[in-house]
C-alpha cells in the first residue's frame, strides 16, 4: 500500500498506519481465539456438572436446586413420542407435521411444524428424531459453525471428534427399543 501512495484512514483516529491496523486486527483475532478457548472449557465443565446452554423441544429449564439445568416438559414430552411413534409406524415427517399443525399443537419456537424441524439431520444430530437428547444423552459440541469468507453464507461441519457427552437419565423421553427403530 505504501509503495501505491495509498493512505489508510479511519473515522475515530484519522490517518493510520498499516502496520498498526494490521497488529491491531491481529490482537483482536488472538483474543477472540482466546474467548473461545475459554468459553468452550467452561461448557465442558458445566456439562460435567449437568448444565448445558441448549434448550431442546420437550424440555425446560429445571428448578433452583435441581441436578440438572433441564427437565422433562411434561405438556410437550407426550408430543415427542407421539413423533416417534408414528415415524416408527412409517409415516414421514411432513405427515406427521401436517398431524400437529391440524391438531394445533405447539411447534417448537412457535410457528408450525416443518417437515425438516422433525426430521433434521442425522450427521448433525439435529432434529427431533435425530438429537440424542431423547433417550437421555447430552450431547455437545457436535458441529463447528464458520463463515465462508467469500459468500459470508454459515458454514456447519460436523465434528464428532470433538463432541462430549453426558448421560443424564431423568431427561430420558424415549425408551431405547422406539430410538433404534426410529
Known amino acids: 500500500m505504501s509503495f501505491q501512495n495509498i493512505e489508510l484512514y479511519s473515522l475515530g483516529e484519522g490517518k493510520q498506519n498499516f502496520l498498526s491496523v494490521m497488529m491491531t486486527a491481529y490482537g483482536a483475532q488472538e483474543f477472540s481465539k482466546a474467548v473461545s478457548i475459554h468459553t468452550i472449557r467452561g461448557m465442558k465443565n458445566a456439562l460435567y456438572r449437568g448444565a448445558f446452554h441448549a434448550m431442546p423441544y420437550g424440555y425446560r429449564k429445571a428448578g433452583e436446586g435441581a441436578q440438572c439445568s433441564r427437565e422433562i416438559n411434561p405438556d410437550l414430552a407426550p408430543i415427542v413420542a407421539r413423533i416417534y411413534r408414528e415415524f416408527a409406524d412409517g409415516h414421514s415427517a ?10 394445533g399443537l405447539p411447534a417448537p419456537k412457535g410457528g408450525t411444524w416443518e417437515n425438516r424441524k ?15 437428547i431423547y433417550v437421555g444423552r447430552v450431547r455437545l459440541f457436535r458441529t463447528t459453525h464458520r463463515i465462508h469468507p467469500e459468500t459470508e453464507a454459515r458454514v456447519i461441519t460436523p465434528t464428532p471428534e470433538r463432541a462430549r457427552e453426558k448421560i443424564i437419565p431423568e431427561l430420558r423421553i424415549i425408551e431405547d427399543d422406539l430410538w433404534s427403530a426410529v
Open 118 to 132: 422433525i426430521r433434521g439431520r442425522a450427521d448433525r444430530e439435529e432434529g427431533i428424531l435425530c438429537n440424542p
Open 94 to 103: 411432513r405427515q406427521i407435521a401436517k398431524g400437529l399443525n391440524a391438531d
